[in-house]
Nanobody, 115 residues
Framework: QVQLVESGGGLVQPGGSLRLSCAAS????????MSWYRQTPGKEREWVAA????????NYVDSVKGRFTISRDNAKNTVYLQMNSLKPEDTAVYYC????????WGQGTQVTVSS
């Protein structure tokens, strides 16, 4: 059974940090590109960051460059999103996505940036 389980979301003040995790099971994690997306009510899901299967190359949406870092540990079947200098506009439900022979999505974790 394929599962992507996100964790690490919560409420944080502007300027604070959070680290999201996405634990994968049921497929060969190291063969998949892993991505993070986010979505706010009434808006389309937005791509945030991606990392290749080997972990050597990553990319980010302009709005998070220099603040967010995506990483992965293929031994632990887990992808991470370190989020620093958080802003209120980063508030969203964050989803991880696995792209390979098949596409899988997690259930999402809420991130709220507010004072």
């Amino acid at each position: 059974q394929v599962q992507l389980v996100e964790s690490g979301g919560g409420l944080v003040q502007p300027g604070g940090s959070l680290r999201l995790s996405c634990a994968a099971s049921g497929f060969t994690f190291s063969n998949y590109v892993m991505s993070w997306y986010r979505q706010t009510p009434g808006k389309e899901r937005e791509w945030v960051a991606a990392i290749l299967s080997t972990g050597g190359v990553s990319n980010y949406v302009d709005s998070v460059k220099g603040r967010f870092t995506i990483s992965r540990d293929n031994a632990k079947n887990t992808v991470y999103l370190q989020m620093n200098s958080l802003k209120p506009e980063d508030t969203a439900v964050y989803y991880c996505k696995a792209t390979g022979p098949t596409v899988y999505w997690g259930q999402g974790t809420q991130v709220t940036v507010s004072s």
